[in-house]
């Protein structure tokens, strides 16, 4: 056993830090911060600034402009770039293009990386991915899928309403899984992929979220005969849920890793206020009320650390890694919660302010118990693991 | 012992029920609902309704045309009118105006009464309690007051800064604490009466902050010069932290009260929620996880009734009630909390959307932890009496 | 809505306080408090104790040489008597002797009365209440039961194995519930009554356990043919489950009395321990590490107080209380618990020693989580509730 | 980073763990598990079968029979040894001997190590570490130490009371901290062994503990005019305290190996227990409520046997690891609590009784929460540094 990090990656990670506080926060208080995530300006000025660094979409392959990191690699470089919720936005390393990145490269032909994969990982187009669906459709339960995608000929016909669907808003495509039928047949999900706008392809409206930090927002979908053609299929007709499973362990691991760079923020935050304030006569960091929550903070963020890189590596050795991404999910987003309603706690007044991007960070990562599967649904699965262990 | 309430009280209960949700409710989708606060055009409208149904303003006396509630009648009717965050709007007995008329009937002479008191109780104008400071002035701690009114012939000028004033913007008067010098000597803090605008009185910003439904938001104020005459002071001279005492304790109970309906509001449609999805093949509600919370819900929703309800009897009994209403406020104020997470929990991507009034009641009550005083202040303030009797 | 209690209460509580503090709690150092309850001596010598200050067996009626009291009189009087693990004992109003005569009361027929209630309610007798099994019998699930009671003539043949009977050991008779097999058909539960010792009623072992407050311990029970005439049924054959309803509600909600006034005392005397210590310079009770937690434990037993007291006036009116006793067995179990870990804590190495009488009240809360149906059964069976109400 | 343990680490834990379930659990219904921990006898025939499987005292030194292990080896050796809490008694590895075995190695001369460390280390001697004092001695805090040793002659004259010294009954000889006075004059803390029995050296008594898993328990100790040659110093005169914190850290560290054993077998009991039993007719295991709890062990497990290799590492790189430690010992003594609590409330009433170990374990571990500095002393500490680099 070894916790060191490679000297490299140990200065990659002083890179990015630097760039995330010298060139990205003080971008945060740009009024362009709107209710539903960073405007497209913005996007591209800060994305600049990291193509500059050399630090833009680092998670991809060399192949495509990237550093090529390990899944360990991205656990410290994209908890460097969380911590500030505009540097995943920056470095090209935000979900769902991240996700839908990791997919591209790892599913779509080399035309499809030319066409959709090039232009994104160059921090120059954003995607979405539509699978999510209002009830009764799928979410915690992908079975439940009920958009379909009808073959007609050489194009397949979806129909359908997705909703929650990340980033459509300004999205320069989308990935779209749709229950496929064939000559009448449930022949399985299917990904789809379509340039946008496009006929058929409708946003019926964005919705407004407790989160403000995605690009684009929240949407809510509507398909009304969209056509793809059949050479836009995303991999194989019927494999949707393989694939998602491909995408699947990597982006919810992204996720933690991000957000917990916002956890250590809104900690930080709180330790220097703690430090500077007073409250009763004494500093505010002398009372032990305070400085028992920042040391539940600094608990929750060091074994959280620990769980993230650890199933990285896992990941890194060729593990698929379900029961100990699940359970690295579930502390992750109740720790960073814990972490960031502390953080409120400690600011008083000023926690509920946006004087500061704890009152941002703790709405977004109230979401991120949610996203990507509720804590409960992670316990359901880690316990039927269990029982299949013991039986 | 007797837990029943009267057949009047409940009367009254049912029909501000009925109110709330046949004729409120229906408002809770309005875009005049702002991010500082509800548009006053909209808080008039429902101002009107209340007052058709005689539900305007029922904490106050007969005399100013409320219904003259003890403070258990206020307990029953406040929390009903919480059930929907635009409640207390209709009402009028939402803070800070409610904590207001408290104090100027306890303490306000006739005339002043006449002037700045009735048209708040008759629904026309609203008002502003002046006194939390920016660090480090008075927060948590009252005795750190920093805003000075110095006596020059016969009226107080008035200098400083307060922040995170609720409902300064299209206030028609404040209420403004200030540490007093007269002749020099600081004989200490006075409450003053002034018409807004004034001369002397700057917004200087609204402050974007988590919570959405106080009216007018909070601000932050700068005096410069403000002069206010003699007449025009609350009560004596020097005896502001008094008056505070006499505002605190019971307008501490009613944010109790109102945010205890919001969170049976949140419950509620969690409960809805759960027995009308499904999720993996069964209800929503035939999951024991989700089962569990709502009944974690249904405790905690249980006993802050209780807590709530015996402490302003204790206040009715003509008790001061420091330590219960402390322990009452960390009781409902982190119990209204959890049920609201649970809730945001129980409803999943939906949670996190203003699809429900879920949301917005989670972002709400957050804020509550802290105003009214932080639970740690208050935790400090429970030991500090146990102690105290123990030695 | 009144929460005062009648002068005659409080002066009963009054009387029952200084009993507990002058004459029982000098008993709790006494050798005879063995791993299995306190022995026989010492209860006769507490008993007569109690009997000497007309505080005897107070919640049975007039007849039965009692106090008459009602539930809530029980809320406040067996609250007192749980200050000291003891005096539920000296009063005769421990479990399962209270729930039994409750049970006698309600249900038996006068000569039986006579014959068994009597002897108890005077303190000279002890009894047991058979229902639990071993897996798979019956437990948190009554329809489970596998004990048999097989009509053969003018008497009942019973066969099976209880376990985690409380009291077993030294009591003068047993009420035994069973499935009653009559002419070959299984008519229902049945509840049997059988002096003690008896001829097929053996005594397997003692189990040893986490609490040690429960005369006689906890034993298992092996039935082999035992018989029981006709005229020793307690009630009507058949009708057991419905006589166990009875016993219930009343017998949860007296074991929430008890373990508040044990929980009462685990913070009196932490807080008296935090008072009267130092650490690190200053006492105790001035870290605020330990406030809050004392601050916490005040909160926990106030809302606990107001629930159980809550409960029992709604049985008082005539309710059933079922919704409300799963709430407040809850809620009571979970915040005694609560209240004993933090004391545990405040007293640091003291408080895993039998020094004070912490560590056997936080052992005996700990059961008391699970006896009387664990938390989970009755957030369970309280979420069924709520979506029966919902749907 | 590499999560990988060597072949040659794998295979000495799989050998543990089998040595643990085949040799020693049987064990664990002998009744020689007295209240104050197993007797002699029993212990020394668990040593005879460590010592034949080579699996004797394996954190020792190879020059004192030990397998040299580092500390990421006793990381993964003693939690398995933990699997049973007759393990590490088994093995030789338990506290307070494995810290005193550290301790000696590191600062005792060659002829203490031969006459005092050597028996130790062979299985056939125990030994104390007297510390700790009764209020308002040494507790948390070891500057308030008490205990004096008066220099006369050649010899030092000791008198004091100590107490919670674990395995002061039955000990070969104590290792005794006190404040040394040399000509008059307070030189420091210094360490003093001496042989046992000892004229001047009494146990007062052996307390009764929740806790019943160290051999010997806990007693009181009063020095008498104990008198101890200067050869018999450990160490320097007046370097106590830095001994104490050669200890202190690694000591620590190997309690939260051996107690995360402990909670992983409780673990595995519930596990077990819900995947053979039924309730409401279903298996346990398909009840959601307890899937939970079990899922949430698995992630305290996890998280927590991270921390403990990660500190492990720590240390073998050299770093003192005071904040890791700290952060650690939080982590693992309260996740332990809640492994073993859920263990406790999964089994029901079986969990309250001494039919499965896991009541012990919950007793124990609860106890561990507390020894080797409560966590509130840690998270002060915690605090204090995160302050310290903030300022």
Known sequence: MDFALSPELEALEAKTRSFIREQIIPFEKDARRAAHGPEDSLRIELVALARNEGLLTPQASHDFGGLGLSHLGKAVVLEASGYSMLGPIAMNCAAPDEGNMHLMEAVATEAQKERWLRPMTEGRSRSCFCMTEPSPGTGSDPSALRTTAVKQGDRFVINGRKWLITGAEGAAYAIIMARTIVDGEDVGATMFLTDLPAKGFTIARTLDTMDSSFSGGHAVIDFENLEVPESDVLGAVGKGFHYAQVRLVPARLTHCMRWLGAAQRAHDIAVDYAARREAFGVPLAQHEGVGFMLADNAIDLHMTRLGVRHCAWLLDQGARGAAESSMIKVQAS??????????????????????????????????????????????????????????
């Open 334 to 391: 109740e720790a960073v919660f814990r972490v960031a309603d502390r953080a409120v706690q400690i600011l008083g007044g000023m926690g509920v302010t946006r004087e500061t991007e704890v009152e941002r960070i703790f709405r977004d990562v109230r979401a991120f118990r949610i996203y990507d599967g509720p804590s409960e649904v992670h316990r359901w699965s880690i316990a039927r693991r269990l029982f299949r262990k013991a039986s």
